[in-house]
């Protein structure tokens, strides 16, 4: 009897399991029919995902094409990386800026902290330690404080118009001085000298190669094969590390130097110290015994670096697209200068106080951020929990690129987008339209630029006094021809218009002696 019970125990027992079976296997295909799926997509390969179809130079491009066939939300697998593409300004606010609290985590760098550049809170993960260098940098850059800044922004634009005509050749170079000048005076307090100054000098050295080595390449290979970083002198690939070295020095002597400079002002009772983001911290950390002194120092070092990081090559960039377009827009350029002419006349420079009657400029000001974009992907995000958005997962750890450049070339929004028309932000009673880039241009969320109040002036100021001033043309050769080029740019973290021929002169008579007037002025 005892096999027949065997026998009847096999088969309800085999009934049992199946029937288990059959519910977890139904369970499992109710949730994959009921769970939501990743965001559509190009097909990936093995192992490589999509990598091979994204174009390397100008990812952008790809991303917005993805963007017409899938919809806003791209899903693309990048090796071993998740990334979803955000292609619409709409999507970009509804997670990143309403989900903040989501959205606000930045993706693991290999390259940062080799290279000295974790010293950027741009590039931090989102926690305590970022939330004290924003709250900081906040302080010094928020809309209300930044109003402080704005003479020395007129102020440093005169300069770079001075420099610009006795030294049109090195156009890029004036630019990257201006915005240098300008971040030096409000985080440093220190009047940089309009040129070879030593403080200037030591961003340039660390900046130049430093922020070439942030391509994604680069911290694929060092994700990949860390012990690149490892390898003794003598063996070969061994200058990666070399390099890295390097490059921390020198990001750690930018920034020291200019911190040193301010505790040395402030020890040396004769000296008068200019107020700035760190003498006024340094001074606050003095009479606020709760605060950490060495934590809270490194923390104000951090935040300092980051603003001269931040600002280098964006507002300089932006002012060579500027320029680039007056060549190629002389129109436009006419157009802005009859505007100032007829405000504020050829006896005086704008100031400010113009801004407000002058509402073409600020249309040519928006145009310049939109028509080319110095930060096509802005910075990318990413996810720190799972979410469902439209019906759409977006797990944990995805890379969230927001695609500013198909923002920038919607032809609904913008019709003849990739042709430069200052109009489009103009209405028909001659004001400014409610329709700002600066609303994408700057990133959304948490994590949204917050110099943006400071470089929208240092830009204007900037555009301003060069159409009050200067005549921009192209250039004309040793016959007197117009040398024609075809316009290219720079890839890396800011996209900038390489350098190009250009003619760039004293409008007038009026405008070279107004010129004249403030390299002999006293500031
Ligand atoms: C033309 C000028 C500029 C443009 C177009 C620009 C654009 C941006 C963008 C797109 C981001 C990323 C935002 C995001 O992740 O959503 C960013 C971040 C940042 N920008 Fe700017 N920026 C400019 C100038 C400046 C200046 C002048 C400063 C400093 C005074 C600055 C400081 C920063 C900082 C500190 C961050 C990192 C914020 C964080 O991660 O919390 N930027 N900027």
Redesign the pocket.
Known sequence: MAPAVDGHFAIIAGISLSFVAVKVLGRFITKRQNSPSLPPGPVPLPLLGNVLSIDAQEPWLTYTEWGAAYGDLVFVQIIDEKMVVVNSQHTAEAL?DKRSRIYSDRPYLATLEPYGLSIN??FMGYGDE?RLC?RL?HQT?RSESAVKFLPIQIRRAHEMVNNLVNDPQHYHDHFATFSLSV?MSTVYGHDASARDDPLVQNVVKALIPGLAVLTPERALMLKTFPFLLKLPDWCWGSSIKRTAQSSTERINEMANAPFRYVQQHMADSSILVRSSMVAENLRRMETQEEVSNPAFESTLKKAAT??TM??YE??SA?LMVFVLAMVLYPDVQKRAQAEIDSVVGRERLPTFEDRASLPYIDALVRET?RWQP??PL??P?ATSSDDIYEGYFIPKGTIITYNTWSITRDEKRYPDASRFIPERFIDVDGALTGDDPAQY?????R??????Y??DA??WSAIVTMLATLDISSAKDDQGKLISFTPTFTTGVVRCPAIFPCSISARSRTHSDLVDCWQTAEF
Request: glycine fraction near 20%.
């Open positions: 990143l809170f741009g970022w924003r940098f850059f971040v980051t603003a931040g600002s964006t507002t932006i951020f110095i930060g802005g910075i995000h241009t700057f990133g959304f969320g994590r949204a630029c917050p110099g943006r400071t470089a240092s830009v």
